[in-house]
């Protein structure tokens, strides 16, 4: 059964801190345990200052990077290099800075590749750059860590409450008329998150306090009260966003 950590910090910054730092430390663990690490990113604000604080931790030194595969867990369906996809903003705000290797880092397509505007030919894509590094027959490789932010109106990734994605089976979709703008994008599917070993939920800032309380609480309509990791869920919150959240589930 899969344990739950809620864990508060005081700010955002202390969050994104703790986060990154967390972040790190398992992705060491995953390389001594098994000689690589598979992390899934997310976009957004939050996310953005947890890949900052990463490049800042002298910690990041710990990890191989050559030896780490990065997804994505969603991004917005724009042309290459757009500033407001989340690869554009990931790598500035850290990947550029990283001595990755370029064929285990794996964006979402963009709206200009060989696709062109098809997102739903963009998601199958992605879908079969999935299944070709999966280690068994789920189409999906092990993620250690399965990072999310979450929206005010408890989306996680790009699946949105009451958009039919938030029903979809296959493991990445194409999303069309998002309430979050840009209106399309591609998506992991709850099914697809829900494989990762570490689901982390990451939220600050007040305007995230009635989501995180309603999904703490499990109100089931929304998203981000239906991911779970195989062996752990971790909210990683600050104070503001923590305020509505069930005393019992602090710790
Ligand atoms: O493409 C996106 O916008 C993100 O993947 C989205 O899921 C984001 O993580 C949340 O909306 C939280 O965003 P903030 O951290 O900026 O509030």
Redesign the pocket.
Known sequence: MSERSVLVHADAQELAGAAAARLLARLADAQAARGSADVVL???????AVYRAVLADPARDAVDWSRVDLWW????FLPAGDPDR?ETQARAALLDALPLDPARVHPMPPSDGPDGSDPELAAARYAGELARTAPDSTGLPRFDVLL?????DG????VFPGHPVAAETRPVSAVRNSP?PPPV?T?LTLPAINTAAEVWL????P??AEAVGAALSGSAELPAAAVHGVSRTVWLLDRAAAAQAPQSSSR
């Open positions: 997310t976009g957004g604000r939050v996310a953005a867990g969603d991004e917005r989340n999310l932010g979450v929206g005010e989306h996680v990734a790009s979050k994008r998506t990451i939220a600050a800032g305007d995230k």
